[in-house]
């Protein structure tokens, strides 16, 4: 009965190291989307993957951010050579593959950059 | 683009009272559904309720109901008999039809709900 599973729940890096994100999407679900949501603001779309597909990255900073959902495993969103401005929620949600229906939403992932 | 407003950025309600929270919309796509996602401070995001552009009948889900107005592109949460465990941030979202392929969600900015004993 798992939902999405995100981890961890909170992930602290310094200024230029590396920070990766996992979402394990909810049973029988094979869409991905990843959101940010800064300080006293709404959730902001970055990514939607399907397995092994990356379908839309409009809300994606051309820079040093990535992501990917493997055939096997969880989605992985990778932030490289991280800056005191990518503090923030990372939220993954999932849907299923005939998707009328609504996205179901992980807990988060904290990130704190010192 | 579309895009969301929520024009409240706080609000607050007695206990056992009624209050409405306001979003309005901006698209040029006939068809379309609209959320309200919850988010109380252990930061959850929990769906409260949602509606079909294709419907005119206005969704309820038991407390919550929507006063979904199409042309106005306006979609109002209304909270009945307001409960302590309803304090929380409360987003509106859009998000297009599947058929397009871009199933992101566009938040609006949230309304801070407190429920004063």
């Known amino acids: 009965n798992a939902g999405v599973m995100q981890n961890p729940r909170h992930l602290v890096r310094r200024r230029g190291q590396e920070a990766r994100l996992r979402c394990s999407p909810m049973?029988?679900?094979?869409?991905v989307y990843w959101y940010r949501q800064l300080p006293e603001e709404g959730l902001k779309f970055m990514v939607y993957l399907q397995k092994e597909n990356i379908i839309d990255e409009s809300g994606m900073p051309k820079e040093r951010f990535s992501a990917e959902f493997p055939k096997e495993g969880p989605s992985i969103l990778r932030i490289q050579q991280v800056v005191r401005g990518d503090s923030a929620a990372y939220f993954c949600?999932?849907?299923?593959?005939?998707?009328?229906?609504?996205?179901?939403f992980g807990d988060g992932t904290r990130l704190s950059i010192l | 683009a579309q895009t969301v407003t929520q024009s409240q950025p706080e609000m607050s309600v007695q206990e056992a009272e009624t209050v409405t929270l306001s979003c309005t919309y901006d698209?040029?796509?006939?068809?379309?559904?609209l959320f309200w996602y919850k988010q109380p401070p252990s930061r959850q995001m929990i769906l409260v309720i949602r509606?079909?552009?294709?419907?005119?009948q206005n969704a309820t889900e038991n407390r919550f109901s929507v006063n979904f107005q199409k042309a106005a592109k306006s979609f109002s949460l209304k909270i009945s008999d307001s409960q302590l465990g309803d304090a929380a941030m409360y987003f509106c979202a859009y998000r297009s039809p599947i058929i397009q392929g871009a199933q992101k969600l566009v938040f609006g900015q949230g309304t801070r709900l407190t429920i004063n004993p």
């Open positions: 949600a999932s849907s299923p593959q005939i998707s009328n229906q609504p996205q179901h």
């Open positions: 049973k029988g679900h094979s869409h």
């Open positions: 698209t040029s796509e006939s068809d379309y559904y």
């Open positions: 509606q079909e552009a294709y419907k005119q």
